[in-house]
């Protein structure tokens, strides 16, 4: 009897996916391709599209359509992927219909302008021509917040877009332990006596080298370039467009290959979960990711647990050596292997280490839920940021480019995004753990260029179920416990106290 019903939900959601293929395709062209006087004409097809869109979500419950299949679902009359298909898709029109299309329109026009405005900003150090572009996207935030309801902050609403089931007050206190942790540990490795020169990775790389370079690693790894690109773009990101056309993007320095290896090496974490999803069940939430946290998780064990690794370095380093002689032909690969872990509070969120990345998103969190809150203005965020990044990681912030105009979040309308990048850290060091476990020889095979055995253990435990469990599920399922701030602790704790002989 739910036969039919399911056919034809399936049928609407897989329309809906091709549109915002369509969606995301052009976001993806404006970062790296467009025109920059385009921007106007640009940000009304995509308010257009994004109405369309918004307005075949709400059309899910024609005839009550939905919301029959929702009863079906929390009878148990619907239950395995039909199940997981209703609920998930419930979830997502109850919130797109608590917004009405003009708000949608209005917000999406509102940011389309605003990127290019940020991008102008970060480039000339004007916080001021983007201040009202950034006024009103605080503003519709905060309506949107007021749309879709909360029950103690505003900013739960927006965070729960991104990381559904975790309030403001659960990640504050997880905030708060990791801050216990990570500000003692910081203290001990500044006062260690381990003096490490990263100057010394510092050269001259022909832009074309490290792009071969670049790819030559993607598709040792396991990241597919016939079903994805690399390409350059102010600000990484990754793009999962359908399993087979998953877009990366990264940005080059002439001084460093490790700039835009790393952010590589990050974005095929992401790109590696969406080539991972189950290409059969396209369109469904059975081929969506669970949450940004779980998303960032893959990105960040890819990034830190195994490309900041000496396994990893085993195979690579010959590598690089090869195709850069100068300047690594004079660098030993104990040498290397703690100039790419070397601690050091700095300016930007996206190169900082992994010991003091979470006091940046500390500071963002802060300052973003106060905004959503409105117990500071956008105009005080650049006096704002200074002062926290005094206070939690002892910078001084020379310009506001390096400071608060840094990221491309809060011009996309990315308010409540940040925290997901902790949770990632967290998640990949339990996920890790619990592979390292699973795969006796996991360091071995990693070190002779190997890395099917851990595509193959993401793909089984994380990526093929889509959408199937929430995050939070997910990390009891995967590791047998509840998500737990210890292992990323751990993990810190034993490979930097080696590395600065604490
Ligand atoms: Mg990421």
Known sequence: ??????????????????????????????????????????????????????????????????????????????????????NETWRTYDREKKLPASFVQELATTISKAQGVWAEARTKNDFAIFL????????????????????????????????????????SAILLDLKEFLVPFLKR????????????????????????????????????????RLDASVHPFSSGFHPYDVRLTTRYKENDVLYSLGSTIHEAGHGLYEQGLPVEHFGTPLAETVSLGIHESQSRLWENQIGKSRPFWKFFY????????????????????????????????????????????????EIEKDLIEGKIKAKDLPALWRAKM????????????????????WSAGLFGYFPTYSFGNLYAAQFYAKMEKDIPNLDRKIAIGDF??????????????????????????????????KYFNQYLEEKYSEIYNL
Do not use: C
Not at 459 to 485: F, W
């Open 390 to 409: 005094k206070e939690y990681l002892d910078i001084e912030v020379p310009s506001d480019t390096l400071g608060v105009l840094q990221d491309v979040h």
């Open 318 to 365: 010959p590598k690089l050596q090869q195709a850069f002689s100068k300047p690594f032909q004079n660098i030993l690969p104990a040498e290397f292997y703690q100039i790419i872990n070397r601690v050091q509070p700095s300016l930007i969120r996206t190169e900082a280490d992994e010991v003091t990345y979470n006091l940046h998103i500390i500071l963002r969190f």
């Open 1 to 86: 009897m739910t036969e039919i019903p399911i056919k034809i939900l399936k049928e609407r959601l897989v329309e809906i996916s091709h549109l915002t293929s369509i969606l995301n395709l052009l976001e993806w062209d404006q970062e790296v391709n467009m025109p920059r006087k385009a921007g106007d004409a640009r940000a009304e097809a995509f308010a257009h599209l994004a109405g369309i869109i918004h307005s075949k979500i709400l059309a899910l419950n024609e005839g009550g359509h939905l919301v029959q299949l929702k009863k079906l679902f929390d009878s148990g009359k619907i239950s395995g992927g039909n199940g997981v298909i209703v």
């Open 452 to 485: 099917t055995v851990v595509i193959e253990w993401l793909r089984r435990h994380i990526h093929l179920t889509g959408k199937t469990d929430t995050a939070s599920d997910l990390v009891k399922k995967v590791t047998g416990e509840a998500l737990d701030p």
């Open 189 to 228: 490795i500044k006062e260690s006596t381990v003096k490490i020169k990263p100057e010394r990775v510092k050269g001259r790389f022909k832009l074309h080298q490290q792009i071969i370079f670049n790819e030559l690693v993607l598709n040792q790894i396991g990241f597919d370039l016939e079903a994805g």
């Open 132 to 171: 009202p572009h950034l006024e009103k996207i605080v503003k519709l935030k905060k309506q949107e917040a007021e749309l879709v309801g909360y029950t103690a902050s505003p900013y739960d609403a927006l965070l729960d877009a991104y990381e559904p089931g975790i309030d403001t007050a659960t990640f």
